[in-house]
């Protein structure tokens, strides 16, 4: 089975910094598109950024570039976002996505739709 699992999300001070992991399995790694997304309270889902080793491609949402990092250790099957200069409208819960296909971006927006999703975790900026 497909599985992917966020983690590294928490509670810090807006300038502050966390980095998020999105272990996976049950797929071939080196095959598939991973992207980060969240959800923030009565907000629909946003597509955050997103690697394709398929292409080796990377994305990022206008609000975070320069600020978040997208990255993977195909040894590890894991895929991290690292996040600087927090700010209180990050708040959110993050999750991680795969896609057979690819990053469905087009340019700095996420067209919509993953293959398989993992349960998300907590990301709290405080001001």
């Known amino acids: 089975d497909v599985q992917l699992q966020a983690s590294g999300g928490g509670l810090v001070r807006a300038g502050g910094s966390l980095k998020l992991s999105c272990a996976t399995s049950?797929?071939?790694?080196?095959?598939?598109?991973i992207g980060w997304f969240r959800q923030a309270p009565g907000k629909e889902r946003e597509g955050i950024s997103c690697i394709s080793s398929i292409d080796n491609s990377t994305y990022y949402v206008d609000s975070v570039k320069g600020r978040f990092t997208i990255s993977s250790d195909n040894a590890k099957n894991t895929v991290y976002l690292q996040m600087n200069s927090l700010k209180p409208e990050d708040t959110a819960v993050y999750y991680c996505?795969?896609?057979?296909?690819?990053?469905?971006?087009?340019?700095?927006?996420?067209?919509?739709?993953?293959?398989?999703w993992g349960k998300g975790t907590q990301v709290t900026v405080s001001s």
């Open positions: 996505a795969a896609d057979v296909y690819g990053c469905p971006w087009g340019g700095s927006t996420w067209s919509g739709g993953m293959d398989y």
């Open positions: 049950g797929f071939t790694f080196d095959d598939w598109a």
